[in-house]
């Protein structure tokens, strides 16, 4: 079983940063692909942006240019590095990480992008 704690969430006005880190703890022998997902109120979760283990990315059309995933796979983390950021971008943040063929989801971060 994987554990997946997310950090770094907060507040932040309009054209700010901020950056997120999820680190993946447990018996865990091989993490594949991770990701950030967000889920803004009233609003389905939405992919954000991920990795695979070999280091391909993919982004949300809304996020391309602003956001930034990383992962240190010597330390299980992943990384979100949010620049430029927008009211629209207020959200819990997820992190899902496939490791061992099971899906493990963190309990969420708060980001809150004030106008």
């Known amino acids: 079983q994987a554990q997946v704690v997310e950090s770094g969430g907060g507040l932040v006005q309009a054209g700010g940063s901020l950056r997120l880190s999820c680190a993946v703890s447990?018996?865990?022998?091989?993490?594949?692909?991770m990701g950030w997902y967000r889920q803004a109120p009233g609003k389905q979760r939405e992919l954000v942006a991920d990795?695979?283990?070999?280091?391909?990315?993919n982004y949300a059309d809304s996020v391309k240019g602003r956001f930034t995933i990383s992962r240190d796979n010597a330390k299980n983390t992943v990384y979100l590095q949010m620049n430029s950021l927008k009211p629209e971008d207020t959200a819990d943040y997820y992190c899902?990480?496939?490791?061992?063929?099971?899906?493990?989801w963190g309990q969420g971060a708060q980001v809150t992008v004030s106008s």
């Open positions: 899902r990480v496939i490791a061992d063929g099971g899906v493990y």
């Open positions: 447990g018996s865990i022998y091989s993490i594949n692909a």
């Open positions: 990795i695979t283990s070999g280091g391909s990315t």
